[in-house]
């Protein structure tokens, strides 16, 4: 539609990017400054601010987004803090707007050192659907759909990944 649409936790900007080349209002948004710094040099034409996805607020041009994508950007969050990060995600949606998650399926921490060949020092938590599912429905969000697809071992992935979609009513 014609309401603007949000990357939370967009990190260095590529889906965010891609959704501005498909014709959406994309703008993203990270917690951290080095990755909004970085969105921003890559992608110079689009908006990227600094900001936390559990403070999300409305766009200025519109009454709601239109979407918000939660693409991998809760997986630094603990089960504890999932319901939450959700609520926030959900409350700025419009009527009709659409949530959109990604998320690593599981039930574990596990602990990162290199990540796209890079040295890292990350926690990476995995979320079991169940709980995930249940944090949607609890922020009020109806027509939600969910599936786990398999780890494409090509590009060295290890775990399931986990796919939800909701919409706000109203």
């Known amino acids: 539609g014609h309401r603007p649409v949000v990357d939370a936790g ?5 889906v965010t990017a891609h959704l501005a080349a498909a014709g959406a209002d994309a703008r993203g948004l ?13 992608f110079p034409g689009l908006r990227f601010d600094v ?11 519109a009454d709601g987004w239109g979407a918000v ?13 999932l319901p939450a990060a959700v ?15 990604g998320l690593h399926d599981g039930h574990e921490v596990r ?19 169940a709980d995930v599912v249940a944090a ?19 590009r060295g992935e290890t775990t399931q990944r986990l796919y939800v979609t909701a919409r706000r009513t109203g």
């Open 87 to 101: 609520g926030a995600l959900a409350r700025p949606l419009a009527p009709g707007g659409v949530l959109l998650l």
């Open 111 to 129: 602990h990162l050192t290199s990540w796209f060949d890079e040295d890292v020092e990350l926690d990476l938590v995995l979320h079991e659907p």
């Open 30 to 42: 990270d917690l951290t400054p080095a990755m909004v710094d970085q969105a921003r040099e890559r």
């Open 10 to 14: 967009c990190g260095p900007g590529h």
């Open 69 to 81: 994508l939660g693409w991998y950007s809760l997986i630094h969050l603990a089960g504890s803090e």
């Open 136 to 154: 949607v429905t609890a922020a009020g969000l109806t027509d939600v759909e969910w599936y786990l697809r398999g780890p494409l071992e090509g």
């Open 51 to 61: 900001g936390d996805l559990t403070r999300l607020i409305r766009p200025e041009t």
